[in-house]
C-alpha cells in the first residue's frame, strides 16, 4: 500500500553540535569556556520532529550514511517516531556536521559536509513518486533545473508546494526569481534573504517586491515577526514572546512547520497559521536545539488561545 502523507519532506539531515552561554566570542589565540552544549538533529530533522509533535502525517526522504553522525541523527529521528519509509540508508559515510555558536541573539556557524553518495534528488523524486501526498515542503533553495522535476510530480498528484531559501550573497542574481517562484506556491525566505533577493532595503519594501512574483509570500523577520504580502496587501503578524531566547538555531524550520500544519493540513487563515507559525518559532528559542522545544498540537492551541485574545 502506498503511504499516506500530508506533508513529503525531501531533505537532508544536519547533526548539529550547538554551544551555548559564551561570556565572549571565540578570538584567534583565545579558549573560551561555554556553559552548554547539546548533540541534536538539524536541517529537515527539525520540521519533521516539528510537523510530528503536531500530529501531521509527514514523510522524511533523508539519506543516512554508515558513519557516527547519520546514526545518531537517525536514532533521534527514530525516537521521535518519524515516517522515515521515504528515506535511506547506505553503507559508506555521509557525514554532515554543523557546529553552532550562539551569541547576543546572532549565531556563528562551521560546517563540513560529505559529497552525496547518491543521486540525492533521484532519491527523492522516487520516494514522491512511491506515496501520495497533499503538500510538497522544500527546505531550502532549489534552481529552476532542480526543482522542475519535482514540481512536476507534485502537480501530477495535485499537491502544493512550498520553498524556503539559503543564506547567499549574491542571491539577487542566482536564477530568474518570478520563473523560479512561479513552480510554487508559497516562498518563506527570512527578512535578510528577501532584501537580498530584491536589492531593497527594508524588510516591507522585500515583500512588496516579492508579492508581484508570487502570492502568498511569507518572509520571517525574527523578533518582529512574519510579514506576509497577499491579494495586495502586506501585513505584519507580531512574534509571540515565549520566554528569554536561549538559541536560535532553527527557529525559521520549526515556524515552517506551526504555519504548514495551520495553513495546509488545517486550512487556516494566512494570518492564524501565521500565529501558529510564530508560536513554533518563539517557543523553539527558548531552548537549545531547534527541535528541543517544538510544541505538541495541544500545547500549540492553548498558546494561540493566549496570544489570540
Not at 79 to 105: F, H, K, M, N
Not at 138 to 146: D, F, N, P, V
Not at 159 to 172: E, Y
Not at 177 to 196: G, K, Q, T, Y
Amino acid at each position: 500500500m502506498r503511504p499516506q502523507y500530508d506533508i513529503f519532506l525531501p531533505g537532508d539531515y544536519f547533526f548539529d553540535m550547538i554551544y551555548t552561554g559564551l561570556e565572549h566570542f571565540p578570538v584567534l589565540g583565545a579558549e573560551v569556556y561555554s556553559k552548554d552544549l547539546i548533540a541534536t538533529g538539524g536541517a529537515m530533522y527539525i520540521t519533521a520532529v516539528a510537523l510530528r509533535r503536531l500530529g501531521v502525517k509527514a514523510g522524511w526522504a533523508a539519506c543516512f550514511g554508515n558513519d557516527y553522525y547519520s546514526n545518531y541523527v537517525y536514532r533521534l529521528a527514530c525516537e521521535a517516531d518519524l515516517d522515515l519509509t521515504p528515506a535511506v540508508r547506505v553503507d559508506q559515510p555521509y557525514r554532515r556536521v554543523t557546529t553552532s555558536i550562539p551569541y547576543q541573539g546572532e549565531r556563528a556557524f562551521v560546517t563540513y559536509v560529505d559529497p552525496p553518495p547518491i543521486d540525492i534528488e533521484a532519491h527523492w523524486r522516487r520516494g514522491m513518486e512511491a506515496s501520495d501526498f497533499k503538500h510538497l515542503h522544500l527546505g531550502g533553495l532549489l534552481s529552476i533545473a532542480r526543482l522542475r522535476p519535482l514540481s512536476e510530480i507534485a502537480r501530477a498528484q495535485g499537491a502544493t508546494i512550498s520553498m524556503d531559501c539559503q543564506d547567499n550573497p549574491d542571491l539577487k542574481n542566482v536564477c530568474n526569481w518570478p520563473e523560479l517562484l512561479s513552480l510554487v506556491d508559497i516562498f518563506m525566505p527570512n527578512a535578510r534573504e528577501a532584501m537580498l533577493i530584491t536589492g531593497t532595503s527594508t524588510v516591507q519594501g522585500a515583500v512588496e517586491m516579492l508579492a508581484g512574483w508570487i502570492d502568498p509570500i511569507i518572509v520571517k523577520d525574527g523578533a518582529n515577526g512574519v510579514w506576509i504580502g497577499h491579494a495586495g496587501e502586506v501585513f505584519l503578524v507580531r512574534a509571540i514572546d515565549a520566554g528569554p531566547v536561549i538559541d536560535t538555531t532553527g527557529a525559521g524550520d520549526c515556524f515552517n512547520a506551526g504555519f504548514l500544519y495551520g495553513y495546509v493540513v488545517e486550512g487556516a487563515s494566512l494570518r492564524q497559521a501565521a500565529v501558529y507559525g510564530n508560536i513554533c518559532g518563539g517557543l523553539s528559542v527558548t531552548q537549545v536545539g531547534g527541535a528541543t522545544a517544538a510544541p505538541t498540537r495541544d500545547e500549540l492551541l492553548r498558546w494561540y488561545a493566549q496570544v489570540s485574545d
